[in-house]
């Protein structure tokens, strides 16, 4: 097992106009941690998030992953570099059978090599391999939510943030 990854972030400062939605958050995690981030609605959570991903640039502070700071670069460079993100909203390809929902994020990543085997095997780990077939808009909420994860182990991530 290679050594753990850190993922941190130093004084993130986030307004939108004169509202300031992040004040100096400072946090830290390794990838053999898990970590809750806790607060009242509005108190920011989403928005640390966000930054955290690059799907919102903070007005000031720095985000580390290992010793490279990624504060800058776009969402999918933080992907591949191992940053991976579950939203609360239901996020399947209806369309596709579960394992389509996988293989297709598979071979879009580069991973065409046995990707059904390696599906197969993942959806086994999440205990939905018999629905493998099944048209996934036609599984159940909880059924969902562990292919939701399964496709998100498709990218080997360091950190998943939920």
């Known amino acids: 097992m290679s050594d753990p990854s850190y993922l941190k972030c130093e004084h993130l400062d986030k307004r939108y106009g004169r509202r300031r939605v992040l004040k100096d958050v400072s946090l830290e995690a390794s990838s053999l941690e898990v970590v809750g981030l806790l607060g009242p609605n509005g108190a920011g959570k989403t928005t640390a998030f966000k930054s955290i ?3 919102v640039i903070p007005n000031s502070g720095s985000i580390f992953l290992d010793d490279e700071n990624i ?3 776009p969402i999918h460079e ?3 570099r191992g940053i991976a993100y579950l939203p609360q909203e239901t996020s399947i390809f209806r369309g596709l059978t579960v394992v389509e929902n996988l293989t297709m994020v598979m071979r879009l ?3 065409e090599d046995n990707c059904y085997e390696r599906a197969s095997e993942i959806l086994d780990e999440f205990g939905i391999l018999s629905l493998k077939d099944q ?3 036609l599984i159940s909420g909880g059924e969902k939510r562990r292919l939701e994860f399964a496709r998100t182990m498709t990218l ?3 950190f998943i943030l939920l």
Do not use: E, F, K
């Open 135 to 137: 048209v996934a808009s």
């Open 109 to 111: 990543t580069g991973q």
């Open 78 to 80: 933080r992907s591949r």
């Open 156 to 158: 080997s991530p360091s």
């Open 71 to 73: 504060t800058h670069l």
């Open 53 to 55: 991903l690059g799907i």
